[in-house]
C-alpha cells in the first residue's frame, strides 16, 4: 500500500475522480456488503496471544479480564483480530492515513491548544497508510456491537450505521470539491457541531450533549493531578493503587536492577528533542518528580506505560505526562505501508497528519535497558478537557446521531491525508455503499461475538488467565 494521496496528488480534479470511480472494478461498492471468514483464518486466540507474549506478563491476565467482560469490550481490544481478517480481502487501493482502530468510543470531546472543546479521534495506536474503508468498517460494525449490547433491534443497529457510513461519505463530497487548505482548516468545534445537528436533535439529545461539553471542560490536567497524585512529607507523589498504578520506587524495589531508573530518567531529554522549540522551552520550566507504571485500556494493558508527574513553580504547579510504549501497528504485516525507524514517530507523524488539532506536549522517544532492550514511546498530556461517550446511555436516536457525528469526523480525518476528489467518486451520491456496509457490520459483530466465546471458553480450560482489574 503506498502512501495516501500516492497516485492522485499531482492529477487534475478529472482525472482523480475517473481515478476514483476505476476503484470500483478492483473492490466494487458491493464487495463490501458482507464479511465471510477466510477458510486459513488464524485462531483469534493465538492472534492476540502473540500480542501479548510481548507485554508486561504480569498485567496481561488483566487485560483478558478486561476483554472477556463484554463483546464490546472484547472488539475495543481485537484490532489485531479485524486486520487480520479485513487484510487478504479485496479493497479499493484509495490509501489515506488511517486511525486503524476507528470504533465509536476512540471518538471524543478534547481541548484545542486554543482552549477550544472540538470532537475529534484520539487514540492513534494503530495509525497507518491503507485503504480508507478499513476505518469505516471497523467503525461502523462497532455501532452494531454497541447497539446489541443495549438490546436494540437489527433495524434500529442498521439505522445507526446507515446514518454514520451515510454521513461520512456526504461529507467526503463535500471536501471533494473544497480547496485544499480549506479542508486543512476544518474543524468540528462543539458550536460547529451544535448548529449542524440541531434540527436533528431533540431536546432531551441537546440536553445531554451540553452536559458531555460541560463534563469534557471539567476534565482537566488538575483532576488527573487531584486523582493521581497526593502531597506527602516529601512533597507531591504519585498515589499507588497497584497493580493499576505502580510507582517506579515500588517496582525498583522489587529488583536489583537500577537501569530502568537510569533509561527512564532520560525520557525527557530525548523526547523534548521531538517538540517544537517554544514547547521545548515550556517543558523546560518543569523537573521531574515522581514516575509510575499506569494500566490503560483494554487492548492497551499490557504494553509498558509510564505516568510522569513534573512541578513547575511549587507542589501546586504540576504537569502530568503519559509515556506510552508504541509497538508496530497491527495494521503494518498487511499493508506494506512505509517503515519507521520508531514506532512512537508513526504514531506522533498519524496524529498529527489525522487530527486537526494535537496535545502540545505530544512527542517521542526511544528509552534503551528497559527489561533488557528498546522501547519506543510516544508522549503526552495524561488528560486535558476529554469528555467520552457512553452508548450503553444512548437511545436508538441518540445512537444514530452519534454515528452521524462519527462518520463526519472520520471523513475529515481521511481527507486531510488521502484523496477526497477520488474517494468521494468511489463512493458515488447513492446509498449503495451504505447499504453494504450496513451487511458487513451486522456479519462482523457476530465473528466477534464468536471470538468473544473463544477467549472466555479459553480463560474456562485455563488455556489463558483472566483477571478482572
Not at 87 to 106: E, I, M, R, Y
Not at 275 to 296: C, F, G, M, T
Not at 330 to 352: K, M, P
Not at 445 to 450: I, M
Request: net charge neutral; charged share 25%; glycine share 6%.
Amino acid at each position: 500500500m503506498t502512501a495516501p494521496n500516492a497516485f492522485t496528488v499531482s492529477l487534475p480534479p478529472a482525472e482523480r475522480a475517473a481515478y476514483g470511480r476505476n476503484a470500483r472494478t478492483r473492490a466494487p461498492r458491493s464487495s463490501h456488503g458482507s464479511f465471510e471468514a477466510a477458510s486459513d483464518r488464524p485462531d483469534p486466540i493465538d492472534v492476540i496471544e502473540r500480542q501479548s507474549a510481548t507485554r508486561v506478563q504480569e498485567l496481561v491476565p488483566i487485560r483478558y479480564g478486561r476483554m472477556t467482560e463484554s463483546p464490546f469490550r472484547f472488539y475495543r481490544g481485537a484490532a489485531a483480530i479485524m486486520a487480520t481478517d479485513l487484510g487478504p480481502a479485496p479493497n479499493s487501493g484509495l490509501a489515506v492515513q488511517l486511525c486503524g482502530d476507528a470504533h465509536l468510543l476512540n471518538f471524543r470531546l478534547l481541548a484545542s491548544p486554543e482552549r477550544h472543546l472540538v470532537f475529534d479521534i484520539n487514540d492513534f495506536d494503530e495509525t497507518l497508510a491503507g485503504p480508507f474503508e478499513w476505518d469505516v468498517k471497523r467503525l461502523a460494525s462497532s455501532f452494531v456491537i454497541a447497539g446489541r449490547a443495549n438490546g436494540f433491534s437489527v433495524k434500529e443497529q442498521n439505522s445507526a450505521v446507515r446514518d454514520c457510513v451515510q454521513a461520512y461519505r456526504e461529507r467526503m463530497r463535500e471536501f471533494a470539491g473544497m480547496r485544499t487548505l480549506d479542508i486543512w482548516y476544518a474543524q468540528d468545534d462543539v458550536d460547529s457541531m451544535r448548529r449542524l445537528m440541531a434540527s436533528s436533535m431533540d431536546k432531551e439529545s441537546r440536553r445531554r450533549a451540553a452536559e458531555a461539553s460541560e463534563r469534557a471542560r471539567k476534565h482537566t490536567y488538575m483532576q488527573a493531578v487531584e486523582k493521581l497524585t497526593h502531597v506527602t512529607e516529601e512533597g507531591r507523589q504519585i498515589a499507588p493503587d497497584p497493580p493499576l498504578i505502580t510507582p517506579l520506587r515500588d517496582l525498583l524495589a522489587e529488583s536489583s536492577d537500577d537501569s530502568t531508573e537510569k533509561e527512564l530518567q532520560t525520557v525527557l531529554e530525548e523526547y523534548a528533542r521531538t517538540l517544537s522549540s517554544e514547547r521545548r522551552h515550556l517543558l523546560h520550566h518543569y523537573r521531574l518528580v515522581d514516575i509510575a507504571r499506569k494500566v490503560v485500556g483494554v487492548g492497551s494493558v499490557g504494553t509498558r506505560c509510564w505516568i510522569l508527574l513534573l512541578l513547575g513553580r511549587d507542589d501546586s504547579d504540576p504537569l502530568l505526562l503519559q509515556a506510552k510504549e508504541a509497538q508496530q501497528s497491527v495494521l503494518a504485516a498487511h499493508t506494506g505501508a512505509e517503515s519507521f525507524d520508531n514506532q512512537g514517530r508513526r504514531v506522533v507523524t498519524g496524529q498529527r497528519l489525522i487530527q486537526t488539532t494535537s496535545d502540545i506536549f505530544l512527542g517521542w522517544t526511544h528509552v534503551t535497558g528497559i527489561d533488557g532492550q528498546g522501547r519506543d514511546f510516544y508522549v503526552r498530556q495524561l488528560r486535558d478537557w476529554k469528555g467520552i461517550a457512553r452508548p450503553e446511555t444512548m437511545d436508538p436516536a441518540q445512537l444514530r446521531l452519534f454515528g452521524q457525528v462519527c462518520g463526519g469526523s472520520l471523513a475529515r480525518a481521511h481527507a486531510r491525508s488521502g484523496d477526497p476528489v477520488a474517494i468521494a467518486a468511489y463512493l458515488g451520491g447513492s446509498d449503495r455503499f451504505d447499504r453494504a456496509l450496513t451487511g458487513f457490520a451486522q456479519d462482523y459483530a457476530d465473528r466477534n461475538e464468536r471470538d468473544f466465546e473463544e477467549l472466555a471458553a479459553a480463560v474456562r480450560t485455563g488455556r489463558v488467565r483472566a483477571e478482572s482489574l
